[in-house]
């Protein structure tokens, strides 16, 4: 783990004024490498500015958003920085359809989308192909965010039906800024963005960021180094060659979550700044992740386009924490009436030394494919043929989890406890999983009117598991194909319509450690969506979407039975997942600008042979979510807006039976944005104030290896930011 960086205000301004003149021919160069126009069309939230092709993670091929026959969402680079996001918790409160599924802070996060917890190995991607889920979220160099909602078969093979968050990469521009941030914590922050087209045909962009954050939780401080380089090169006039690297270190203390009291009770009396477990010798979680791709598009005509893409992605992760877990060896627990993996009802907890350094996860993965546009008749065709490669290792050290002591969450000071003697082993691989798969979709037209999508992905899976000594324990095969199809109606120049269906298939959940078939990896499940909506764009600067689904799988959930730890991991009946989903994205007046979503979604089991886990909503998948975000320019004050948002939450169940539910709430968030010109240059000021009246919220009562754990939302933060053109 390299150590982390406090960069100078002389060092930012030498980085900043490195010589990089545009000429008029790089401009013109810049302006030429657009994207294909055949990509999916980014929903921009700037008045005045077209939709730009964007998506490379699209299930259903080329196509602009409204003739996308899914629902997705983008938020583009000036959101975020408005909004000042800073982890995928953060970035999932902007979208009604995203949840928290265990989301600590100090540690790699996960999120759900639909209600489904993304897989780390497939549910996240940059520039459209995979990259480990497992590393700390970076935005620097990140023009915009896509979230694909629902199945995507085709675009991803296997995967959790949920669907994919995918960051497109800033690409070589002239520009050169500056930023500088703090927060009411008193966190430090630095970033700089310096591009330049050095001839007509390459450019460059160079981003960096240096995080000193001062958590609002005690002892969790922590450190952050980011840097990254992208290259562009037109090669001829029909070729293109796109490079993006990026390589970032952390270091910070990680938060547990709290868990129910006796199975039965939410804490009550909760600090938000208390440290659960808490012990000085406890050492920070070290994230070192490593990201690249390189992409050749290459024009063979007006028509047919091949595009080649090699992915690479790495994470290490030194995991330290002193972790607080179950009462098995509280006072009130000994007796075995009250389940082990809770807290005690009075409060105690146990604390654990857990340590698992250099765990490593890789990700590799190959695409070709040839896209082209032809006409059989009257008849017009989009097609889009392809193959890919894609492997995923995993390789980990035994690891220490060792218990420690016995302490209560009410305690302002945690006992210090002896660590464990032992120390983690050598390491092994545990895991390569490997997929090959051909796909192919055609998107027929007839007339202006009709569009039908029809197409697939025949996926071959391999995926070998190993124990903690390298011995082989588990060999998948399997070969699927998932078909999609889907029917788009152009109702009027604004107005589109579709419906779709869509199968895919992921990976089975591995049993608990606490159930009778410990560390098991059940089957790969198949699951199937229907999916029908409506997308209305009534001018380039405001998009309306609407989107009704249905999205089933096999429920795998731990079983009450007679067994001799009185639990066994079983897919049984069904878990389907129907919902409505509300977007609204864009410029309302040229002055007010608006991000909106609402999610209405009906989570239930069936079939699954536990009466009391069915008829009630699932756990940490609230009913009803809601996400408004405005900005609003005053008139009376050229450069200066006025921002407010508002994030609401029904009741979320915390526990399979159902009984036990984290109350709802709403969170109001307010800011303001400056622009203004200093000396010939832009300057722009973002002040961001979330959790503006200090809500007390549980934000997850997401699931990590069968277990249930609750995360409050942060209390009330402020930011500010501002940003010098150089």
Known sequence: MNRCLRPTLLALALCAALPLHASEAATDAADTSDRSPTDLAAVRVQAGKPASASSRANAFGGGSWKDTPASVNVLDRSYLEQRQVRSLSELASNDASLGDAYAPVGYYQNVAIRGFALDAATGYRFNGLSMAGEQRLALENVESVEILKGEAGLAAGVMAPGGIINYVGKRPAEVRTVTLGTDSEGSRYAAVDVGHWLTPRFGVRFNAAWDASDSYIEHLDGRRNFYSLAADWLIGERGKLEVDANYQTSSQRSASGYQLLGASELPRGVDRDHLLGYQPWQMPVGIASTNITVQHTYDFSSRWQSRVALGHSRTVIDDNVAFAYGCYYAAQCADGSVPGNYFAPNGDYDVYDYRSPDDTRRNQQARAELRGRFSTGSVGHELTLGGETYRRTVDRRPSVNEYVGTTNYHDGQVPVFDPSPLQPGPSARRLDSRQHAFFALDRLSFGDDWQWLAGGRYVRLDERAYDKRGNPQRHSRLSRFLPQTALVWKATDQLNAYASYVRGISLGQEAPFWTSNADTFLPAVES?????????????????????????????????????????????????????????????????????????????????????YEGHQLVNVPKVRASVHLAYALPFVQGLQVTGGWRYASANVARAGGAVRAPDYSVFDAGLRFQHRLHERAVTWNLSVDNVFNRFYWRDTGSSAGDYYLFPGAPRQARLSVTFAL
């Open 528 to 612: 199937r969506q229907l999916e029908a909506g409506v997308k209305y764009a009534p001018n380039e600067a405001l998009s309306v979407g609407a989107a009704v689904f249905r999205i089933s799988q096999p429920y795998q959930y731990a079983k009450p039975d007679d067994s001799d730890v009185g639990f066994t991991f079983v897919q049984e009946g069904q878990q389907t997942h129907t919902g409505l989903e509300l977007t609204a994205n864009g410029q309302l007046t040229d002055a007010l600008q608006v991000v909106a979503s609402a999610s209405v979604l009906r989570a239930r089991a069936r079939d699954a042979g536990t009466p009391a």
